[in-house]
């Protein structure tokens, strides 16, 4: 079964400061793509970050990085020097390509930037 | 980017009328459209997925005579929420890919519709 697992429910960190969030995924498919999205208050989801299951390279965006690793079957996303409009829920997903391409989110984690 | 748009954004009813709620995809053609409810601080749940000009897969759990969902053309998909009651009140997300691809079909999100049932 597909499992999309996000530990922490709600962080807050100081600004600037870097802050990881933690995404565990479970999948029977080997082939399968993983997102990120943020949801800020007004409730649109915004895409950060798509990644395929054959793909492990890290990622960078500015200031955004994400870990992808297989073997633990986890992939993290990282804000260094946290803004406060960082502030927003931040939802780790999966999608499987022999199951419609169907997006299953995890439970998302609260990020508070505090100023 | 593609571009997905509901109306309305937000909408306060009765308990016991019923709500539509349009989900279109602006400037490509949708061949699947995914219906998601989110529950306050809670998760995007995967309602049903609406293949154009036929029926709608519904998830486990979900009333497909409570949520009717018609996608009767390549841009646009409904959501008719039937008999509304207070806990049918939720904010609805509406997605929509262009399946006729040999890529990936990325899944384009709309902004959401508030519902407010009284």
């Known amino acids: 079964a597909q499992k999309v697992t996000q530990a922490q429910t709600e962080i807050s960190v100081v600004e600037k400061e870097d802050v990881t969030l933690d995404c565990v995924y479970e999948?029977?498919?080997?082939?399968?793509?993983l997102f990120w999205y943020k949801q800020p208050p007004s409730g649109e989801l915004v895409f950060l970050i798509r990644?395929?299951?054959?793909?492990?390279q890290n990622e960078i965006s500015g200031r955004y990085s994400w870990n992808f690793q297989k073997s633990t079957s986890s992939f993290n996303f990282t804000i260094t020097a946290s803004q406060v409009v960082d502030s927003a829920v931040y939802f780790c997903?999966?999608?499987?390509?022999?199951?419609?391409?169907?997006?299953?989110f995890g439970k998302g984690t609260r990020l508070h930037i505090l100023p | 980017g593609a571009v997905v748009s509901q109306h309305p954004s937000w909408v306060i009813c009765k308990s016991g009328t019923s709500v539509k709620i349009e989900c279109r995809s602006l400037?490509?053609?949708?061949?699947?459209m995914f219906w998601y409810r989110q529950f306050p601080k809670q998760s995007l749940m995967l309602m049903a997925t609406?293949?154009?000009?036929?029926?709608?897969?519904?998830e486990q759990g979900v009333e497909k005579d409570k949520f009717l969902i018609n996608h009767a053309s390549l841009t646009l998909s409904t959501l008719t929420v039937t008999s509304a009651h207070p806990e049918d009140s939720s904010f609805y997300i509406c997605?929509?890919?262009?399946?006729?691809?040999?890529?990936?079909?990325?899944?384009?999100f709309g902004p959401g519709t508030r519902l407010t049932v009284l």
């Open positions: 997605s929509a890919r262009d399946g006729r691809t040999a890529a990936y079909n990325e899944q384009f």
């Open positions: 609406s293949n154009e000009g036929s029926k709608a897969t519904y």
């Open positions: 400037d490509f053609q949708a061949t699947t």
């Open positions: 997903a999966l999608s499987e390509v022999n199951r419609d391409d169907k997006i299953i």
């Open positions: 999948t029977r498919d080997t082939t399968y793509y």
């Open positions: 990644r395929n299951s054959f793909d492990e």
